[in-house]
């Protein structure tokens, strides 16, 4: 649950012609990059974490993940046992005339959450809609509640 946490501060606004002031941002990047590889956050590739959602029924898991700007062909979801794997890259657009300020960030990146409770493999959906990938992950069979019949004489 303590990857689900996100550690950073929110992006200050910041003038950017202040020689100082990205210097500051940059190093605060390094760092927020070197402990999120620590804290297991975002396996250290992309500057800003994919921000996740998780929530249970009786019979399924379904995670929510941000992914603004990540084209859905650009994503990879696997199931490894018991470990969600949301990868992927996004990629830098092509532009017109000289970049003076950016915040966004470009790359690869990786995400893993382990699930709480075992799953189907071959049940596994997932959706992309409006920079929000939705995977719905169906409990196996042997951990589902299951009502007991009671008889009576």
Same mark, same amino acid.
Request: aromatic fraction near 8%; proline fraction near 7%.
């Given at each position: /649950? ?9 992006? +200050? ?13 940059? /190093? ?46 650009? #994503? ?9 794997? #949301? ?7 092509? +532009? ?18 382990? #699930? ?17 990938? /939705?995977?719905? #992950? ?16």
């Amino acid at each position: /649950m303590l990857n689900l946490i996100p550690w950073k501060s929110p992006p +200050q606004v910041e003038e950017p012609r202040v020689p100082l002031t990205a210097f500051r941002r940059d /190093m605060d990047r390094l760092f927020d990059r070197f402990l999120g590889e620590f804290w297991g956050d975002s396996d250290g590739f992309f500057a800003d974490p994919v921000r996740m959602e998780v929530f249970e029924t009786d019979d399924e898991i379904h995670v929510r993940a941000e992914v603004p700007g990540i084209d859905p062909k650009d #994503l990879n979801i696997q199931l490894v046992g018991d470990v969600l794997v #949301l990868s992927g890259e996004k990629k830098e657009e092509e +532009q017109r005339g000289a970049r003076t300020y950016s915040e966004r960030s470009y790359g690869a990146f990786r995400r893993s959450l382990r #699930l709480s409770t075992p799953v189907d493999a071959d049940h596994v959906k997932a959706e992309h809609r409006n920079g929000v990938v /939705m995977i719905q #992950l169906t409990k196996s069979e042997s951990v589902r509640p299951k009502r007991i019949q009671i008889k009576s004489n």
